[in-house]
């Protein structure tokens, strides 16, 4: 069912999918109340996922149930992310589940955050407005890019389709941050860790990783091949902690952050060599430039126990700072160049 408001213009454009129709009737409550949000609510992930084919213009914003009869909320969310028209929408999970492996599943698959029922009116109101500010700096995003391609008539090499735009606040200047599928905007990966942070016996570990003199390899190539490898280096990371249990995130300066759940696999003492050799079998092309594994430097991690509210920018402060420890390679100029 969709509830407009005659006269009123809508914030966003959002579905709502839960087959409890009291929770449906509650979010329908709190966004009226709040906010003349365009609402469309669904009880079945089926017609769900139907509407979200056909729907145009596409919905800003996606609430989506983990437990549903049909068809898993975690699946339908890798299928939605599928779906061109949203591939970096908000996908808001909803969930009675509380563990840090539901919440890890759900962040693999494309959730941008994640809400715990039983819920109330400010949670849904405060997370509902981060996923606002994340529709309009998409959209102050694509208008900046087709300004761009506009007046250059060539395309910026960090717009696509398929990089996630970067949300971040916390970082001196967006133009630092490299956006490639694999790597979560750091605002959604922010969300991540304060979820984690608060399950009980998380056994998560956050840590920073880098290769050193990565300057000198951007120079050896183009944007584009740059780019390549630096996503290759990504999925190597996945590869050797796990996919499912680690999420990753640009931290500026070609320094990548790692959230990981996998314990006792946590950094071996060959997991440099490990990482280099994922690396070469990822990246298709020949590299030209002398990189062993010994370029490869990991950060100390930091272990994440439970807690009411991590602080997510000291956290990530303090892991950039175990690595510049070891690395020794400070602020590589690569970046500047790479954006223009």
């Known amino acids: 069912m969709r509830l407009q408001y005659a006269g009123v213009k809508s914030d966003m454009k959002i579905i709502a999918v839960d087959d409890d129709l009291v929770s449906l009737n509650l979010l329908s409550d709190f966004l009226q109340k709040e906010r003349h949000h365009d609402l469309t609510l669904t009880s079945s992930a089926s017609a769900a996922l139907e509407t979200l084919q056909k729907e145009d213009p596409p919905f800003d914003c996606i609430l989506l149930d983990i437990e549903m009869p049909e068809i898993n909320g975690i699946e339908v969310c890798r299928e939605i992310r599928a779906l061109e028209a949203y591939n970096s929408a908000p996908i ?10 539901s919440i890890s599943q759900a962040f693999a698959n494309g959730a941008t955050d994640y809400i715990k029922k039983p819920f109330d009116a400010f949670e849904v109101l405060t997370r509902i407005n ?3 500010r994340l529709v309009q700096e998409r959209q102050a995003a694509i208008d900046s ?29 967006k133009a630092m941050q490299i956006q490639l599928e694999g790597l979560l905007p750091i605002s959604v990966f922010q969300n991540y860790l304060e979820k984690v942070a608060e399950t009980e016996g998380c ?15 951007f120079a050896s190539t183009d944007a584009a091949g740059f780019l390549k490898f630096f996503e290759a280096f990504t999925w190597a990371l ?18 990548i ?38 370029h490869i430097v990991l950060g100390h991690p930091i272990r994440l126990n439970k807690t009411q509210k991590l602080n997510f920018k000291r956290a990530v402060k303090a892991a950039v700072a175990r690595l510049d420890q070891r690395s020794g390679d400070m602020a590589p100029s690569y970046i500047s160049k790479l954006v223009g």
């Open 203 to 217: 056994g998560a570990n956050l840590f920073a990783v880098r290769i050193r003199e990565i300057n000198r390899i």
């Open 92 to 101: 808001l999970m909803i969930t009675k589940y509380r563990d840090h492996v």
């Open 145 to 173: 890019y087709i300004a761009v391609r506009n007046i250059t008539g060539c395309k910026p090499p960090l717009a696509s389709s398929n990089h996630r735009q970067d949300s971040d606040a916390l970082f001196p200047s």
């Open 238 to 255: 996945k590869a050797e902690f796990g996919a499912e249990d680690t999420l990753l995130s640009h931290a500026g300066n070609g320094a």
């Open 257 to 294: 952050l790692c959230a990981t759940t996998t314990g006792s696999r946590f950094v071996t003492e060959g997991a440099q060599a490990s990482i280099h050799d994922k690396l070469q079998s990822y990246y298709s092309q020949r590299w030209h430039f002398d990189l062993t594994s010994e």
């Open 130 to 132: 981060v996923a606002e």
